[in-house]
């Protein structure tokens, strides 16, 4: 029986290799490939409000396009006292997608007089699987933290320079990259997929 392909609605070759460990470790064999393996299939629009959403019309856009299942993350960083927000505009919260240190300074602008009690924040992420036949599952995973006042560390990206993370004294920019992959959102999300491909591509 040959073994089955999936593929993941990345270019980033690090979130490919973290998936590919990830089913390695729960046995699964499985030929995981990035969309680069398709240069044809255009990137689709996340036009979805909720971090399920978007990650479930790339997965299914994906599937489609190639007749193989696919997989699709989508995640962000979630202020409580901001009811959520940045959330799914997290990658474009100061108007350009992308400027980590734009989007970094503008929401610490905006917190700058939120009291540390009140910083409670989290990174989520939905990690869904749509196979070419229309059948979905996303599961989700969270890292709570607390807003610092200002960056520090200077691994990861996006928002981790000022997430604390829970228990820790560190933000998610002072973890090393091993620290960061066994609790990060992304690395929840996606271990709670293994069992998910487990059942639908056995």
């Not at 620290?179 to 709670?192: C, P, Q, V």
Request: hydrophobic fraction near 45%; charge should be negative; glycine fraction near 10%.
């Amino acid at each position: 029986m040959k073994h089955q392909r999936l593929i993941l609605a990345t270019r980033n070759a690090g979130k490919i290799t973290e998936l590919r460990a990830i089913l390695t470790e729960a046995d699964l064999d499985i030929e995981l490939v990035g969309a680069d393996a398709y240069p044809d299939v255009p990137d689709v629009k996340e036009t979805g409000v909720t971090f399920a959403e978007n990650a479930l019309l790339k997965a299914h856009a994906l599937a489609q396009a190639t007749g193989h299942p696919a997989v699709a993350d989508d995640s962000g960083l979630c202020v409580d006292v901001l009811n959520g927000a940045p959330g799914i505009f997290s990658a474009r919260w100061a108007g350009r997608h992308g400027d980590d240190q734009a989007n970094l300074d503008l929401l610490l602008a905006q917190l700058s007089d939120i009291a540390d009690e009140h910083r409670a924040a989290h990174f989520a992420c939905a990690a869904a699987l749509a196979l070419p036949d229309g059948t979905e599952r996303v599961v989700e995973g969270k890292l709570e933290g607390t807003l610092r006042h200002a960056p520090a560390g200077s691994g990861g990206f996006g928002y981790d320079p000022i997430l604390q993370v829970e228990g820790d004294t560190r933000t998610c920019a002072e973890l090393t990259a091993d620290e960061k992959n066994a609790i990060s959102h992304r690395g929840k999300a996606f271990r709670a997929l293994a069992p998910v491909v487990r059942e639908l591509l056995g």
